[in-house]
């Protein structure tokens, strides 16, 4: 798949699908169904709108162009979302980037989808627009809750990231680089692979998670294990630190410092919480090592 901005497209003939898709939840996959290109946004369009006010995201760029590449779609066009791009009017976009720089003969978007400058533009705009055929894509219904990005991320927020991978149609993942720790879970005889999760990543509720760690993301060897994974801030010890991701991985052992791991959460175990005495966390661990087992076995993760 081409990565490509904006501002290098040449135009020819595409069917595009557009949005930010953040998560390419289930979805989003609805409305890039048939796409040859899909057209994104860089950096997520709230962060300019309205400073301080973005949500966390579910999935980086790069986590995005991988899931997109995965649906067979041959290009991904990344619009510089910047104070330049929110002053195009809903015209512009449409003259400017849809027919201009891309040459759509064919425009797919969620039926809330809205665009240009004070999101004036809107899908009744597309439908009228006799230069390209418009897709619109009713809202996906699941249970009886719209799918989007949002309620996704209040799932991860609460927790709840079984339910959270059933919208996005995967299992939540974290990705980064394997940084020292205190060597605490060493000395309680659960060595950790640790994590220092990036403040504008979604990252689930504090606890402890039934997970599979890739040790080779999107590489060809993937080495997938089975792994208890701690979100929090230890309130058995009183590091200092912020919050942390340690993942135990089941039946490994090696170094894998400096190295980019993948975490795919599957099922919350237990909140965090502080033990009576050391001996009483080191049980706790051992049932949640039991717990992340039969999981795997459950699943086939």
Known sequence: MRLT?????EPRPRRIAIGTFDGVHRGHREVIA??????????????????????????????KAELIESLGVEELVVVGFDADFKSWSAEDFVERAILGALGATQVAVGENFRFGAKAHGDVDMLRADGRFEARIVPLLEVDG????????????????????????GRRLWLDGEVVHGDKRGRELG?????????????LPAHG??????????????????????????????NTGRGELVEA?????????????IRLSFGKRLRGERRFDSVEALIEQ???????????????GA
């Open 34 to 63: 048939g796409a040859d290109t899909v057209v994104t946004f860089e950096p997520h369009p709230q962060s300019v709108i309205a400073p301080g006010t973005e949500p966390r995201l579910l999935t980086t760029l790069g986590q």
């Open 5 to 9: 901005a904006l501002s290098d497209a």
């Open 190 to 202: 659960f060595p950790t692979a640790n994590l220092v999760p990036d403040p504008a990543l979604a």
């Open 285 to 299: 661990m051992h049932h949640d090592v039991d717990e992340t087992r039969a999981w795997g076995a459950r699943t």
């Open 248 to 260: 135990y991985l089941l039946d490994f052992s090696g170094d894998l410092y400096g190295l980019p």
């Open 145 to 168: 809750e719209i799918v989007s990005s949002s309620h996704i991320r209040g799932l991860v927020a609460g927790g709840a990231v079984e339910y959270a991978g059933e919208l996005l």
């Open 208 to 237: 402890v998670y039934a997970c599979t760690v890739d040790l080779d993301p999107g590489g060809v060897d993937h080495g997938t294990h089975l792994a208890a994974v701690n979100v929090g801030v230890r309130p058995q010890f």
